[in-house]
């Protein structure tokens, strides 16, 4: 099993990136079958969002290939969350007692050491991560009232122009939410803080796609709010000259 699904693109000044994208899981790790489909096991809808706009806007795209249950791509390798022996109330007993060094080589290291190639071969000038989340924790706690929201890390230049957009066109979009990415940024803060490259991460309501009419409806909107953060960007760089 690859670390990494490689979409190609001629646009490389924009790189797309999916951490959750996939919901397999290697055959000598147990992962209970009827997780896989959950929130847990990956983020809904987030893949095909990422397939769809990397051929809308003719962008590379670097996907995850293997389900956060068997170790969570968007963790630093020493996060205690790495690989999760309980996820929103579910118990993973496969994770008890992991071995954590294989399962970094097998897994978290190629799929990073991509993405840490791709940036040094094409510099983009913007990366995007997407993501989904659930409407509400199956653990419990308050409604999530956003349809998106955006996630940034001490960069926020491109955070403040997606938010600015999607809020003109009367979408609920939250800032820093439904969590802080100064709390939890972690492959962007490496490979797009860490860089200099301006970014952002994308979060979406799963269940408005979760299927293929709601990942059209969603990847128009998107096109259109990374056009936004582009154009921004490079208007904010001609200010600066």
């Known amino acids: 099993m690859s670390a990494a699904d490689h979409l190609p693109g001629t646009d490389t000044g924009l ?7 996939s919901a397999r ?27 769809a706009l990397s051929v809308r806007l003719d962008a590379p ?24 022996e309980l996820s929103d109330g579910h118990a993973i007993a496969a994770n008890a007692g992991a071995d954590r060094a294989d399962r970094i080589a097998r897994f ?5 050491r991509a993405i840490r190639d791709q940036v040094r071969r094409d510099r983009p000038k913007l990366i995007v991560a ?5 409407p509400r924790l199956e653990t419990g ?38 969590y802080s990415g100064r709390v939890l940024n972690a492959t962007l803060d490496r490979h797009a ?33 990374i056009a936004a953060v582009r154009n921004g960007l490079a208007l904010e760089g001609a200010a600066a000259q």
């Open 15 to 21: 790189l797309l990136l999916c951490d959750h994208a």
């Open 25 to 51: 899981v290697p055959d000598d790790i147990a992962i209970p079958p009827h997780l896989l489909a959950l929130h847990v096991g990956v983020d809904i809808g987030a893949g095909p969002l990422t397939r």
């Open 61 to 84: 795209a670097i996907l995850g290939t293997v389900s956060r249950l068997v170790i969570d791509l968007h963790r630093q390798s020493d996060h205690p969350g790495l690989i999760p």
């Open 108 to 112: 978290h290291a190629p799929y990073h």
């Open 130 to 134: 997407i993501h989904s989340f659930t």
């Open 141 to 178: 706690g308050e409604p999530r009232p956003w349809d998106a929201g955006i996630l940034y890390g001490r960069d926020d230049r491109a955070a403040r122009i997606a938010i600015d957009h999607l809020r003109a066109q009367g979408i609920p979009t939250g800032d820093q939410q439904p």
């Open 193 to 225: 803080d860490g860089q200099g490259v301006p970014s952002l991460s994308v979060e979406v309501r799963n269940d408005l796609i979760a299927d293929v009419e709601g990942v059209t409806v969603w990847c128009g909107i998107l096109a259109d709010m």
